[in-house]
């Protein structure tokens, strides 16, 4: 039986945040942000606007192009690291936003690599036979995380939305594989303080003591996203008996433009063959890989017939790669 990505869709906050007025709120420059990322805006959730309400118009917009009603959907999947709520999860609550009735809905934590990892359950899902139709969602509001005073992180995220519908049925835009990696050992170099278990939202210390923020280290993690966005990568390959310069398309989680070049030079893949959007969007975790294939798929830059991989790593470390034939 064969999985194909039958719609996709997304969803931006309309407001645009550049980094000329992020010069204004900490001490940096356009020209660093740049320079060493690739990034030069991205979009901010407006008040009223949550990770259910983005990953809802994202999700009823893939939900058109595939000419599927939400009530036919069996499986809604939402990669999160900013659910609305501790529980329940996002994916319930976009349930009832879509009047996706008769979907079992669960979120998925996997950080920047939460959609591909959505892909490889949902992929499997279908495979083993148990549904047919399933709605994978990823959305971030990480605007709501950050420290805005932080100039090492709040630079580099941006709120959005993106998903797809995909279906057990023969024909064009087909999962031909999925790879998931985690490395538990370095959860410390890339989390969130507050406010699970450790760092309760219910404890005033938490708050007083400022131990709410995501927290990175940034030039770690950077080492670490090359090499495992190759493994992630090369697993495809192999896997499929191919090489990188059989790739039509790369679209790579959207976290720095230096990460996403060194990955593409050590493929093989020219700058031509890499589906960008950081510059507009920055990191948006688990939702700037399905962004960036709603809008590659809408703009017609991907064809049928392309091969087109998808590989992210983000904390956790979580990492993993998807091959599609468009
Ligand atoms: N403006 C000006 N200067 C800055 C800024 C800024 N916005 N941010 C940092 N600097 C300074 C630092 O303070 C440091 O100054 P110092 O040398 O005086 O101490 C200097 O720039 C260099 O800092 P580095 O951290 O070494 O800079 P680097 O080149 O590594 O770039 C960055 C930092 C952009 C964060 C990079 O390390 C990176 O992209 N890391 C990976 C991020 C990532 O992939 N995350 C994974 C996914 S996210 C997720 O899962 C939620």
Known sequence: MNV???????????????????????????????????????????????????????????????????????LLLVST?????????????????????????????????????????ADKYIRSGAVKKILVIGAEVLSRTVDWRDRNTCVLFGDGAGAVVLEATDGEHELLSTHTFSKGAFWNLLYQQGSGSRNPATDRRTIDEERIYLTMEGNDVFKHAVRAMEEASTAALVANGISGTD????????????????????????????????????????????IALDEAHRNGVIKSGNLVMMVAFGAGFAYGSTLVRW
């Open 4 to 74: 194909r990505i039958t719609g996709t869709g997304s969803a931006l906050p309309a407001r645009i945040l550049t980094n000329a007025e992020i010069s204004q709120m900490v001490d940096t420059s356009d020209e660093w942000i740049t320079t060493r990322t690739g990034i030069r805006e991205r979009r901010i959730a407006a008040e009223g606007e949550y990770t259910s309400t983005l990953a809802a118009e994202a999700g009823r917009n893939a939900l058109a192009m595939a000419g599927v009603a939400a009530e036919e959907i069996d």
């Open 81 to 121: 690291v900013t659910p609305d709520f501790p529980f329940p999860s996002t994916a319930c609550i976009v349930q009832d936003l879509l009047g996706a009735t008769n979907a079992t809905a669960f979120d998925l934590s996997a950080a920047c690599a939460g959609f591909i990892f959505g892909l490889s359950v």
């Open 247 to 290: 790739l039509s398309f790369l679209i790579p989680h959207q976290a720095n433009q230096r990460i996403i070049d060194a990955t593409a030079k050590r493929l093989g893949i020219g700058p031509e063959r890499l589906v960008i959007n950081l510059d507009r969007y920055g990191n948006t975790s688990s939702a700037s890989i399905p």
